[in-house]
């Protein structure tokens, strides 16, 4: 469903990608991995448009998206988590979840409402009034992931999905992505937790220095415990 | 609590405005009041853009002043009975005050496509400049009385309603002000505002999530656009006399400081932005002469320009976080 072909990016004169090239297919969690400056976040941008690619193509569902804006990117059906969660700080929480909300859409499955949100985070619906500012960084990133759903995405792309969160809202988190796969939802998702990601994964992609330097099954990760101390310092 | 009762307490005072007027023997204190209900129309929609849109426009006066001079000229030509554009002219301001309205908006959406390329800085400096070449379009019509501006008759007539009664349109204009501060309420509220906050807060953010943000700023920018060449339209008909001073950015400077002075992001602190502001320049002067300095009377900004500072200083959302506290904090 996702194919990134050769994708080379830039942050002016310094080059972060060397030719990425991976593809997502339709109901897949597929996961990126790599050490702290590897390429990761850059490679998501990219597909975002966010920084765009400068060689290189994107294609999503059939549609040429390598030069695309951001906002077209997002909807052709991509739903984007940023990296430290990035919700709307004076904007409520259903404000945050409405404003952007694309009922309409195309997603993958039966469309996201409120209520389909609220049923999978029951806190969010505790807190509806409250500034999104105002919420603990484990209801931030279910407000982030909630509002990317609202916008039906058939694939879900969700950056340091539970970094910095305490190890039971961890849980959650990767309980209710468990639960999204199940539901037909494709996802990339870039975290350390490596056993969290092979439970969930069906293929796994190591970046080293801006390339893609492995990918294989979840059980030829675990296979391997000498990969993790090479490339991901584990 | 505060916040329910604010817009009612002053409803209330401008509808006793007029009475109280005659009742202290001032009656021109009227047309003072009828200023400041138009500016405060003005001041509303530029806080849409600032407040809602962070957008920082600084041309404001250029749809303001455009939808003066789309009365004052439409005025002009039925008055020495010249066709416009081929059509016969006419003063009705059934028709006059729409088509002002259309002009503007139209205007806002050539200049806010062009201006909202950039952002901050630039975007401040790309408005101001827009403006400007307006000002000095005008001032170059001669047809039009170019620097000395264009004389209008009588004010734009208006079935049921005695234009030429100051009361009467001084209420217009505070009907006026009401149905522009109920429309921008909704407007805020809904989900069009939610986005507009939204981008405010982080475009990127917005993008991602598949929200076009031009679309939406863009938006926003014609209907704050309209809304200042109704109060144009409106200012021309109360002065009975347009002048490229209405466009000039020393009028923006005054309606972006009657914003700041109300509170950025509220829709009611703008309108007391416009009040204070406007009180002030009426009678900061007479207060000097009072006080026997008639001396200070032509530079009553001595005392405007520090008060302003103190005010930006130590009132997070200005005068109307000031006046309500903790219940101005959101929309």
Not at chain 2, 58 to 86: K, R, W
Not at chain 2, 150 to 172: A, H, I, K, Q
Request: hydrophobic content about 50%.
């Amino acid at each position: 469903m996702l194919q990134v072909e050769h994708i080379e990016t830039f942050y002016g004169q310094s080059q972060a990608l060397f030719g990425v090239s991976f593809s997502v297919e339709m109901g897949e969690a597929v996961t990126l991995m790599g050490r702290n400056g590897m390429g990761k976040t850059t490679t998501l941008r990219s597909v975002m448009g966010l920084t765009p690619a400068a060689a290189g193509h994107i294609r999503f569902a059939g549609r040429e998206l390598t030069a695309a804006a951001p906002h077209a990117i997002a909807r052709a059906g991509i739903g984007y988590v940023p990296e430290g969660r990035r919700i709307f700080p004076t904007l409520s929480v259903l404000e945050n979840l409405t404003a952007t909300a694309a009922p309409g859409r195309a997603g993958g499955g039966t469309g996201w409402t409120l209520q389909r949100v609220f049923d999978m985070f029951p806190k969010l619906k505790e807190r509806q009034r409250q500034m999104g500012a105002l919420l603990s960084g484990g209801e931030q990133q279910m407000l982030a992931i909630g509002r990317a759903l609202m916008t039906n995405p058939r694939l879900l792309i969700l950056d340091e999905a539970t970094e910095g969160l305490a190890p039971l809202v961890r849980r959650e988190i990767w309980n209710c992505l468990e639960a999204l796969k199940n539901d037909g939802l494709s996802i990339l998702v870039v975290d350390k937790n490596i056993d969290a990601l092979a439970r969930l994964a069906d293929r796994h992609l190591i970046m080293d220095k801006g390339r893609i330097v492995w990918s294989g099954t979840s059980e030829a990760l675990e296979a391997d415990p000498e990969l993790g101390r090479r490339l991901l310092g584990v | 609590m505060r916040r329910r009762i604010f817009p009612l307490i002053g409803l209330a005072v401008f509808m006793m405005l007029p009475p109280l007027a005659t009742w202290i023997g001032e009656p021109y204190l009227v047309s003072t009041f009828t200023r400041i209900v138009i500016f405060a129309i003005a001041a509303v929609t530029l806080d849409l853009l600032i407040g809602f849109g962070g957008m920082v426009s600084f041309g404001h006066a250029a749809f303001f002043g455009l939808g003066a001079y789309v009365s004052g000229i439409i005025a002009h030509h039925a008055a020495e009975q010249i066709t416009l554009f081929g059509l016969p002219a006419t003063d009705q301001a059934l028709i006059i005050w729409p088509l002002a309205i259309l002009v503007s908006a139209a205007a806002a959406l050539v200049i806010g496509f062009l201006s909202l390329r950039t952002s901050g800085v630039h975007f401040i400096m790309i408005t101001l400049a827009f403006a400007q070449m307006l000002y000095f379009l005008f001032v170059s019509m001669e047809k039009y009385g170019g620097d000395d501006g264009l004389m209008m008759l009588e004010r734009n007539p208006l079935p049921g309603l005695d234009m030429s009664d100051d009361w009467s349109f001084y209420y217009l204009c505070l009907g006026l002000l009401a149905v522009v501060l109920f429309i921008l309420g909704r407007l805020i509220n809904a989900r069009f505002g939610m986005v507009l906050r939204s981008i405010k807060q982080s475009g990127p953010r917005a993008r991602s999530l598949g929200i076009s943000s031009l679309a939406y700023r863009l938006t926003a920018f014609c209907i704050a656009g309209a809304g200042a060449g109704l109060a144009g339209a409106l200012m021309a008909n109360h002065n009975g006399f347009v002048s490229p001073a209405l466009l000039h950015w020393t009028l923006s400077g005054d309606i972006l400081i009657m914003v700041v002075l109300g509170g950025i992001g509220t829709l009611y602190g703008p309108v007391l932005g416009a009040v204070i502001f406007l009180a002030l320049e009426e009678f900061l002067p007479l207060a000097f002469e009072g006080a026997g300095l008639p001396g200070f009377k032509e530079h009553w900004r001595v005392v405007f320009g520090p008060l302003l500072i103190v005010i930006v200083l130590f009132a997070k959302s200005g005068l109307y976080g000031f006046l309500l506290g903790k219940e101005a904090a959101d929309v």
